[in-house]
T-cell receptor
Framework: GAVVSQHPSRVICKSGTSVKIECRSL??????MFWYRQFPKQSLMLMATSNEGSKATYEQGVEKDKFLINHASLTLSTLTVTSAHPEDSSFYICSARAGAHSGFTEAFFGQGTRLTVV | DAKTTQPTSMDCAEGRAANLPCNHSTISGNEYVYWYRQIHSQGPQYIIHGLKNNETNEMASLIITEDRKSSTLILPHATLRDTAVYYCIVRVKGEYGNKLVFGAGTILRVKS
């Protein structure tokens, strides 16, 4: 299957600082990318969807000013957690899907980023 | 938003077939069923998907009932490395096309 890479895999930051997480599609062009959050022993929760060159669409209850998403190219999306607090500590996972013309109908996931805010 | 229900957990003996059921009684005619699995602290891995017909690939088989209200994922010869959380997902329509909304999933434990 196609490869989606996230960086960093782990990050520890101080409370009040911002953290940027990158998501790259390595061997295909991702017209749509998704960002999820997962707390321990829970399922993945969809945070937002973004199309390349457009503003992200956030799910209900997700603060768009706190979780800034940029999808500036067909191979890169970034999630910035602004003014992070301990309750933002979580496992963040991105997913990427190619356009309809590609023949891929499934989405591929990155390996996740473990964020710890101290 | 999740439109599927799955058993919380299942056990399977190594080398035997693992059959994971999923109910999706509110599925619409053009909605696909997707299966992913997640091994601890990793991103989900795509397994298989289908619309109406049964599907098979190198990882698994997907059996969809004729009324499409339920499906079963079959791992033909489970190994210890198949221990994971298995998610059955009905793709839902979002503003930018379809999106995957995860339910609770089934914890599959393969035992020797």
């Amino acid at each position: 299957g196609a490869v989606v890479s996230q960086h960093p895999s782990r990050v520890i930051c101080k409370s009040g600082t911002s953290v940027k997480i990158e998501c790259r599609s390595l061997d295909f062009q991702a017209t749509t990318m998704f960002w999820y959050r997962q707390f321990p022993k829970q399922s993945l929760m969809l945070m937002a969807t973004s199309n390349e060159g457009s503003k992200a669409t956030y799910e209900q209850g997700v603060e768009k000013d706190k979780f800034l998403i940029n999808h500036a190219s067909l191979t890169l999306s970034t999630l910035t957690v602004t003014s992070a607090h301990p309750e933002d500590s979580s496992f963040y996972i991105c997913s990427a899907r190619a356009g309809a013309h590609s023949g891929f109908t499934e989405a591929f996931f990155g390996q996740g980023t473990r964020l710890t805010v101290v | 938003d999740a439109k599927t229900t799955q058993p919380t957990s299942m056990d399977c003996a190594e080398g035997r077939a693992a059959n994971l059921p999923c109910n999706h009684s509110t599925i619409s005619g053009n909605e696909y069923v997707y299966w992913y699995r997640q091994i601890h602290s990793q991103g989900p891995q795509y397994i298989i998907h289908g619309l109406k017909n049964n599907e098979t690939n190198e990882m698994a088989s997907l059996i969809i009932t004729e009324d499409r209200k339920s499906s079963t994922l079959i791992l033909p010869h489970a190994t210890l490395r198949d221990t994971a959380v298995y998610y059955c997902i009905v793709r839902v329509k979002g503003e930018y096309g379809n999106k995957l909304v995860f339910g609770a999933g089934t914890i599959l434990r393969v035992k020797s």
